[in-house]
């Protein structure tokens, strides 16, 4: 899907030290996409292997994964833009069903809610974090998601409408919080999720697990935005 002034889907891949799943993740993105790798602080060379993959690099010195997504979101100028996680736990061809489902006008924001593909590759901790979160997301919004996954796709300028400012690992939830205030229609589709290259940053400990949590908490402490425009120009409120 390309369009006669550039890329019509860019997917944004937060980078931090992820040299050894790059070639599998970028190998994964559609024809005719274009990858936006965010490096984030990277030791490993993981900017000069996206480079030389044929991914559009970009540099955010401010750690976060928030941060990073974000840098990647402004850099964009495609008319959907597609999240993931850049260490082979998903698999970014997957996107093309989320777009099409925005295209065809059937839903705002399509996430995709992980189903582990062996024991190992969610494991215990991540598990129940999610879960809690999934349970807070309720509470405060009213929608009925089963997962926070990191694997989404949204128009780029209802995404920028958001005016999100979370730039840590609040980020992700901040987007459906806000989406779901906003009245944007949020879908699920089921992702196989593969067990990571390397270790998560976030939640490769209980420890990480806490902590994300905790931000998360205080995005949605925020109190509700009143509702202006969906992404298709629709008032909802």
């Not at 559609?30 to 993981?46: I, K, Q, T, Y």
């Not at 807070?136 to 128009?155: F, N, S, Y």
């Not at 939830?173 to 593969?194: F, H, K």
Request: hydrophobic share 40%.
């Amino acid at each position: 899907m390309t369009s006669a002034t550039g890329p019509a889907v860019d997917v944004v891949l937060p980078c931090l030290d992820e040299a050894e799943a790059l070639p599998w993740v970028l190998a994964r993105v559609p024809e005719g996409w274009r990858a936006l790798v965010v490096d984030n602080g990277s030791s490993d060379g993981s900017a000069e292997v996206a480079a030389r993959l044929g991914a559009r690099v970009v540099h955010e010195p401010r750690r976060g994964f928030g941060a990073a997504c974000h840098a990647g979101l402004c850099a964009s100028d495609a008319e959907f833009v597609c999240f993931c996680d850049c260490d082979a736990s998903l698999d970014p061809g997957l996107l093309t069903a989320f777009v099409d489902r925005i295209a065809d006008g059937g839903a705002d924001l399509v996430l995709g809610r992980r189903r582990p593909s062996t024991t190992g590759a969610w494991p215990l901790h991540a598990r129940a974090g999610n879960a809690a979160l999934a349970r807070m997301i309720r509470r405060r919004t009213g929608t009925a998601l089963r997962d926070l996954g990191p694997m989404r796709a949204a128009r780029r300028t209802g995404l920028l409408e958001l005016g999100l400012t979370d730039r840590r690992s609040g980020y992700p939830l901040q987007m459906v919080v806000r989406a779901a205030d906003a009245g944007w229609r949020i879908e699920e589709r089921e992702v196989p999720y593969l067990p990571r290259a390397g270790k998560s940053k976030v939640t490769g400990t209980w420890r990480g697990t806490w902590h994300a949590v905790r931000d998360m908490r205080g995005v949605l402490a925020e109190p509700a935005l009143p509702r202006t425009v969906a992404p298709e120009g629709v008032v909802t409120r």
